[in-house]
C-alpha cells in the first residue's frame, strides 16, 4: 500500500533505519483497510519499536505485539502521554496483533466484555511507584495512611468502605506468618493479605496501635468516617510527577486480575473478593491476559 511507503513517523534518522524496514514489513502483513489506518498502526508501532530500540530489547514486531509487551511499553515509554492519548495507543497496536497475529484464542476470538478505566489494572512499574510515592511522604500520618490503602488494596482486595470502619485489632498475625484481615459490614468475611504485602500491613497496624484503645487502622487519629473520608486524605498527599493516581477500585481491580491470571479457584476468589455475582469479574476480563495457542490447546485437550 502505498501509504504505508509514503508515511514516516517522526523518529530520529538513525532510529527510523533500523526500525522502519520491520515495522512496513509487518503493517503491510496485516493488511490495514484504510489508508489512515495504515499510518495509525505504523505510527503506533514504530514508536513502540523505538522505545524498545533505546532500552536494547527486540524491536521485531510479533515480539512487540505481545500483550505484555505492549503493556510494558504503555508503563514505561508513555509516561509523558496523558491517559486518552496511552489508551489510544493501545487500542491501536491490539488492533494491528489480532490483523497480524490473529485472535489470542485459537477458538476464535473471546467474548466481548464492557471495561472501563476504574476496573483497569495497575502494572508492576505502577505499583512500585506508587509504594515508592507512600514511602516518600512528608509525614507519618501521610506515609502511613497510603501504605494501609496500597496493602488492603493490592494484598486484601478491599474497597473503601471495607477500609473505613476497619480497628487495628482486625488485623491479625498467625503463628505461620500469614495476616489476616477481618473485614466488617455486609461483605463480613476474613482474608489472608498477600504474602508481598503481609509485612506492610503488619507495620500500619502497629504504628496505628495503642496499648488499651480500640483505634481505626486507616486515619487513626480521626474519628471522621464519612464516605469520603479516603478521598479527602488521598487530595492531601504529595504525588511525585510521574506517579499514577491511587484509585481504590483499580487496586482492587488488580488483585482480581492477579488472582484470576494465578487460576484461582473461583468459589475462592469470590469469597475472598466478597462478591456474590460475577459483574466485577465482566470487568476486569478485558485486563486478563490468554494463554498462548500451544497452552490454551494443551489446557482444552486435558481438561
Not at 499510518?39 to 523505538?50: E, F, I, P, Q, V
Not at 495476616?179 to 507495620?203: I, Y
Not at 486515619?219 to 511525585?240: E, I, M, Q
Request: proline content about 9%; some cysteine.
Amino acid at each position: 500500500m502505498d501509504a504505508i511507503e509514503r508515511y514516516r513517523p517522526k523518529l530520529p534518522g538513525p532510529v527510523w533505519a533500523r526500525i522502519g524496514p520491520d515495522c512496513r514489513r509487518a503493517v503491510a502483513k496485516a493488511g490495514p483497510a484504510t489508508p489512515k489506518e495504515a499510518r495509525d498502526w505504523l505510527g503506533a508501532l514504530a514508536h513502540a519499536a523505538a522505545h524498545a530500540d533505546a532500552c536494547g530489547r527486540p524491536t521485531k514486531a510479533e515480539r512487540l505485539l505481545l500483550p505484555e509487551t505492549i503493556e510494558w511499553y504503555l508503563s514505561t515509554g508513555c509516561l509523558h502521554l496523558e491517559e486518552p492519548s496511552r489508551s489510544n495507543r493501545r487500542c491501536r497496536l491490539n488492533k494491528l496483533r489480532r490483523a497480524l497475529l490473529g485472535p489470542d484464542l485459537i477458538s476464535g476470538d473471546p467474548a466481548a466484555y464492557s471495561s472501563s478505566d476504574a476496573s483497569r489494572p495497575y502494572t508492576r512499574p505502577e505499583q512500585a511507584q506508587l509504594y515508592a510515592a507512600a514511602r516518600a511522604q512528608p509525614t507519618d500520618e501521610l506515609r502511613n495512611g497510603l501504605l494501609t490503602l496500597l496493602a488492603l488494596g493490592f494484598g486484601g482486595a478491599l474497597d473503601s468502605p471495607e477500609i473505613i470502619p476497619l480497628r487495628t485489632h482486625d488485623v491479625r498475625e498467625a503463628p505461620n506468618g500469614a495476616v489476616a484481615v477481618a473485614v466488617r459490614g455486609q461483605r463480613a468475611r476474613v482474608v489472608l493479605c498477600r504474602t508481598a504485602w503481609a509485612p506492610v500491613l503488619t507495620e500500619v497496624a502497629a504504628w496505628a496501635s495503642c496499648p488499651g484503645q480500640a483505634r481505626y487502622l486507616f486515619r487513626p487519629s480521626s474519628h471522621a468516617r464519612g464516605t469520603n473520608t479516603v478521598t479527602n486524605f488521598l487530595a492531601r498527599t504529595k504525588k511525585p510527577p510521574g506517579t499514577p493516581l491511587l484509585v481504590i477500585g483499580r487496586a482492587r481491580a488488580t488483585w482480581l486480575v492477579d488472582a484470576i491470571e494465578a487460576r484461582m479457584h473461583l468459589p475462592t476468589l469470590m469469597a475472598a473478593a466478597g462478591l456474590t455475582t460475577l459483574r466485577s469479574i465482566d470487568r476486569v476480563l478485558p485486563y486478563v491476559r490468554n494463554l498462548s495457542p500451544d497452552q490454551a490447546a494443551a489446557a482444552l485437550k486435558e481438561f
